[in-house]
């Protein structure tokens, strides 16, 4: 099993920047792709950005491109969700998951998850 552990949430302006960090631990060796999804009051969880772990490809939704920017650190096993000119509709729990077998931004496709971490972007 991996274990995963969202960081870096909390409360900022429109057009403000927040970093999120996903800490993976146990069997990192099996991640081959991590991803963020989303989800807000009411509404489905949506994908977010994912990357591939052993080359750093990387893909977003629409809605973020050019605003967030997906890392990784092998060596620590984390992976980073920088997010700039965030937005009121940006608010939302962000969830970092880990899939063994593919990179798709299809959530059911995922192994393990965190528990969340909130964003709040303020109008």
């Known amino acids: 099993q991996v274990q995963v552990v969202e960081s870096g949430g909390g409360l900022v302006q429109a057009g403000g920047s927040l970093r999120l960090s996903c800490a993976a631990s146990?069997?990192?060796?099996?991640?081959?792709?991590m991803g963020w999804f989303r989800q807000a009051p009411g509404k489905e969880r949506q994908f977010v950005a994912s990357i591939k772990w052993n080359d750093g490809r990387s893909d977003y939704a629409d809605s973020v491109k050019g605003r967030f920017t997906i890392s990784r650190d092998n060596t620590g096993n984390t992976a980073y969700l920088q997010m700039n000119s965030l937005k009121p509709e940006d608010t939302a729990v962000y969830y970092c998951?880990?899939?063994?077998?593919?990179?798709?931004?299809?959530?059911?496709?995922?192994?393990?998850w965190g528990q969340g971490t909130q964003v709040t972007v303020s109008s």
């Open positions: 146990g069997r990192t060796f099996s991640i081959f792709a």
């Open positions: 998951a880990t899939d063994s077998v593919r990179y798709s931004a299809a959530a059911e496709n995922y192994d393990f």
